[in-house]
């Protein structure tokens, strides 16, 4: 595995853990962005989210969904 993609990998397992799995009980299904600094967006879609999310943070982040280990980084 290409270094790039294992610290973008490690750095999504933080993210997870520290920022989604809390939300599971309550916004199972949903999508969630969060910037490197954990600042997050909820929402019904992915567009949504990366929408409100690169309007308010930027480019750079993360999205998951939640309840689930899809995750993607938009630059």
């Known amino acids: ?15 997870y853990e520290q920022h989604v799995r809390p939300l599971e009980g309550d916004h199972l299904g949903e999508y969630v962005a969060i910037s490197p600094e954990g600042k997050t967006v909820l ?3 992915p567009l949504d989210v990366l929408q409100q999310a690169t309007a308010a943070f930027g480019m750079g982040n ?6 689930e280990r899809v995750v993607g980084k938009w630059r």
């Open 43 to 45: 929402g019904p879609t």
């Open 62 to 67: 993360f999205i998951f969904k939640i309840g």
């Open 1 to 15: 595995m290409p270094v790039v993609s294992q610290r973008i990998e490690q750095e999504a397992d933080s993210l």
